[in-house]
Every structure is written in structure tokens, then in C-alpha cells.
Antibody, heavy 117, light 112 residues
């Protein structure tokens, strides 16, 4: 059974950093692109970033470019999202998702990130 | 960026009735390979999103056949026949023709 379990969320002050993790199981992690998608409170879903199977190629939405870094450790079957210079508008529930061309077929349960002083 | 626009539903929908959710894209999502890269997801209250339909009209494995997707290059419809209590939630369309992938604002389905 495919499972994606996010961790690392919480309350953080504006301008600070936070790192999210997503532990994957039930499939060959290294064979799939992976992604982060978020849902801000009272808003809809937003794609945040995607990463290739080997980690050599990454894509980001404009509002997080230069501040967020997506990465993966295939030996640990784990996806990461390093978030720096956090802003209040980054407050959201963050989901890890498996990418199958061209849709997200499995999603984690989500982790809440609140950026506030 | 490709803009995805979703309509609202005339809520609430009576149980057992059908419902159609529409979505428009600002650019054709028809790829040169013949596939249309438009997906539909349902996010039930308190849950993570669930894939319903991919490539405009292919139902994901395990999804009820009450859900069907159709459309053209820029206009899409998700039809739910005989709405049930478990269908309540927010429906999102998503384009994956190009990065950045974009979602519609969501359409809320409430049951009468």
C-alpha cells in the first residue's frame, strides 16, 4: 500500500526557516517524480514544487523561487522541502504527492505550517 | 501561467440528483500526443485530495463509475450521477500541460 507521511510543520516566525519531510513507502520511491502542494486557509490548492527521480531537476512556483528548495534522498525514500525566509502568505497545509505523468495519484495526509509572529 | 476557472454549484444538491461541475482553461490543454492534461480531484472535509479523473476522461482505479469527465481543449465537465453523502467536499480541476501546474479555485458540493 502506498503511504506518504509528512512531518516537520508547526508555528514559525516570519523570516525564519522550516524543513518538511515526507516519508514514502509501498512503492519504488526512486522511480517517481514527487511534489509538494499546499492549501492556504480559505483558499484552493497550489502546486509548490516538483522534483525529478534522481533529484537533478526541480520546478518551483514563482512565489517560492529562491526561498524554497525541494530535495530527496532515494536511499531513505524521503522527500524534503526546505523553506527559508518564510512569509505569512506561506501559511498553509502542505501535502506531499506522488507524480505520475501527468497527475498526482497519491497524497499524504498533510502537515500544517503557520507563519506568524 | 494557465488560468483555471471553475463555476459554483447551485447548492445544495438533492441526494440522488446529478451534478455537473465545469472548468475552463485559458489555453488549450490538448497535447500534440492527443492527450488532454486536465485532472479532477475531490477534497472531502478533513481529508487530503483524492484523484478522481485524469487526462480529462480516464477514471482513476477504485473511483465510482458515478463520476465521469468530458470536455474539449479548454472547456471541461465533471459529472456526478446520483449524488451521495460521500461526494460532499470541494472539487478541483488541475492542468498539467505545463509548469507551473495550476488548479481551479475549487467548487464546493453540499448535499440537501
Amino acid at each position: 500500500e502506498v503511504q506518504l507521511v509528512e512531518s516537520g510543520g508547526g508555528l514559525v516566525q516570519p523570516g525564519r526557516s522550516m524543513k518538511l519531510s515526507c516519508a514514502a513507502s509501498g512503492f519504488t520511491f526512486s522511480s517517481f517524480y514527487m511534489a509538494w502542494v499546499r492549501r492556504p486557509p480559505t483558499k484552493g490548492l497550489e502546486w509548490v514544487a516538483s522534483i525529478s527521480t534522481g533529484g537533478g531537476t526541480a520546478y518551483y512556483r514563482d512565489s517560492v523561487k529562491g526561498r524554497f528548495t525541494i530535495s530527496r534522498d532515494n536511499a531513505k525514500s524521503t522527500l524534503y522541502l526546505q523553506m527559508d525566509s518564510l512569509r505569512s502568505e506561506d501559511t498553509a497545509t502542505y501535502y506531499c504527492a506522488r507524480f505520475y505523468p501527468y497527475y498526482f495519484d497519491y497524497w499524504g495526509q498533510g502537515v500544517m505550517v503557520t507563519v506568524s509572529s | 501561467d494557465i488560468v483555471m476557472t471553475q463555476d459554483t454549484l447551485p447548492n445544495p444538491v438533492p441526494s440522488g440528483e446529478s451534478a455537473s461541475i465545469t472548468c475552463q482553461s485559458s489555453k488549450s490543454l490538448l497535447h500534440s500526443n492527443g492527450k488532454t492534461y486536465l485532472n479532477w480531484y475531490l477534497q472531502r472535509p478533513g481529508q487530503s485530495p483524492q484523484l478522481l479523473i485524469y487526462w480529462m476522461s480516464t477514471r482513476e482505479s477504485g473511483v465510482s463509475d458515478r463520476f465521469s469527465g468530458s470536455g474539449s481543449g479548454t472547456d471541461f465537465t465533471l459529472k456526478i450521477s446520483s449524488v451521495e453523502a460521500e461526494d460532499v467536499g470541494v472539487y478541483y480541476c488541475q492542468q498539467f500541460l505545463e509548469y507551473p501546474s495550476t488548479f481551479g479555485a475549487g467548487t464546493k458540493l453540499e448535499l440537501k
